[in-house]
């Protein structure tokens, strides 16, 4: 079910689109959501990181990121915040991928992605496609059939490495790499090699950034700084806002003060959408 929702805030006026992924696509793709967005004056944003290889289908006019005008991209997993910046008007889809489903639908490896933002032929010629089509529904549409269609022929990811990601996503983190390492009966040296290349950062770093995303939303949503600690399983809040300080670049509340009304709103819905559970 296709859901489309206006709203102005603080000199941004926005329209996204949003429908749950296909469900072929399950374990592929995380998140679906096409937007426009128009402001007088600059809008900078903090992209911190999170789980999801990120791919923007630009239908628009090009956007900063990290300084660079960028039109359709991926972005892969990383360890560091960066920045967002346009003026005027922006249009596009934004796709969440599992690391497996970047693999399967890209082509790339997820470890050859890591903290990098890169363009690719495959997508500028799919957001062609989608720039033509009349309205989001026939957009998604679109969407979904290539989407499938790469899917059909794509490398398959490494069972053990896929169920390993599963377990750190679902318990938001919280997880001994020690046991993950046991319970595929390989070297952790093989280990860790293999959750690298298949998911784009080291396991340790991979469960820091998931729990970070988690406290993130929590923040973003509304809950206070000590709860979002316990709840993420921080010792305490000052080891939550060291984290902060170094994966966001800022103290909790100067993230939660930096989030204009459109992110806020993304936050919500998220949460109202399960995805904190869901690990999407």
Same mark, same amino acid.
């Given at each position: 079910?296709? @859901?489309?929702?206006?709203? !102005?805030?603080?000199?941004?006026?926005? !329209?996204?689109?949003?429908?749950?992924? !296909?469900?072929?696509? +399950?374990?592929?793709?995380?998140t679906v959501v096409g937007y426009a967005e128009f402001a007088d004056r600059p809008?900078?944003? *903090?992209?911190?990181?999170?789980? %999801?290889? @990120? /791919?923007?289908?630009?239908?628009?006019?090009?956007?900063?990121?990290?300084?660079?005008?960028? *039109?359709?991209?991926?972005?892969?997993?990383?360890? &560091?915040?960066?920045t967002t910046e346009f003026t005027g008007g922006q249009r596009g889809i934004e $796709?969440?991928?599992?690391?497996?489903?970047?693999?399967?639908?890209?082509?790339?490896?997820?470890?050859? $992605? @890591?903290?990098?933002?890169?363009?690719?032929?495959?997508?500028? *010629?799919?957001?062609?496609?989608?720039?033509?089509?009349?309205?989001?529904?026939?957009?998604?549409?679109?969407?979904?059939?290539?989407?499938?269609?790469?899917?059909?022929?794509?490398?398959?990811?490494?069972?053990?490495?896929?169920?390993?990601?599963?377990?750190?996503?679902?318990?938001?983190?919280?997880?001994?790499?020690?046991?993950?390492?046991?319970? &595929?009966?390989?070297?952790?040296?093989?280990?860790?090699?293999?959750?690298?290349? !298949?998911?784009?950062?080291?396991?340790?770093?991979?469960?820091?950034?998931?729990?970070?995303?988690? %406290?993130?939303?929590?923040?973003?949503?509304? /809950?206070?700084?000590?709860?979002?600690?316990? @709840?993420?399983?921080?010792?305490?809040?000052?080891?939550?806002?060291?984290?902060?300080? %170094?994966?966001?670049?800022?103290?909790?509340?100067?993230?939660?003060?930096?989030?204009?009304?459109?992110?806020? &709103?993304?936050?919500?819905?998220?949460?109202?959408?399960?995805?904190?559970?869901?690990? +999407?």
């Open positions: 079910m296709l @859901t489309v929702d206006r709203q !102005e805030s603080g000199g941004i006026r926005w !329209e996204s689109a949003r429908r749950p992924p !296909e469900p072929r696509l +399950a374990g592929l793709v995380s809008v900078v944003r *903090r992209v911190t990181p999170h789980p %999801a290889v @990120t /791919v923007i289908l630009n239908l628009g006019e090009p956007i900063a990121v990290h300084g660079v005008p960028r *039109r359709t991209f991926v972005a892969g997993l990383h360890d &560091t915040w960066g $796709l969440g991928l599992t690391p497996q489903g970047a693999h399967r639908l890209l082509r790339v490896p997820p470890g050859e $992605l @890591t903290g990098l933002v890169v363009d690719l032929p495959v997508l500028d *010629r799919l957001a062609d496609r989608l720039a033509a089509a009349d309205g989001w529904a026939e957009r998604l549409d679109l969407l979904d059939a290539a989407l499938l269609g790469l899917a059909a022929d794509g490398p398959q990811p490494d069972p053990a490495v896929e169920w390993a990601w599963a377990v750190m996503r679902g318990r938001h983190g919280a997880v001994r790499v020690g046991d993950l390492v046991a319970a &595929t009966g390989w070297s952790r040296r093989h280990f860790v090699n293999r959750f690298r290349a !298949e998911v784009g950062l080291p396991p340790k770093v991979a469960a820091r950034v998931v729990r970070f995303q988690r %406290a993130s939303r929590l923040l973003g949503t509304g /809950v206070p700084a000590a709860v979002a600690a316990a @709840t993420c399983g921080y010792t305490d809040q000052s080891h939550l806002v060291r984290e902060f300080r %170094a994966l966001a670049g800022v103290t909790p509340g100067s993230f939660v003060a930096g989030l204009d009304a459109e992110q806020v &709103t993304f936050l919500q819905d998220a949460d109202r959408a399960g995805l904190l559970a869901s690990g +999407a």
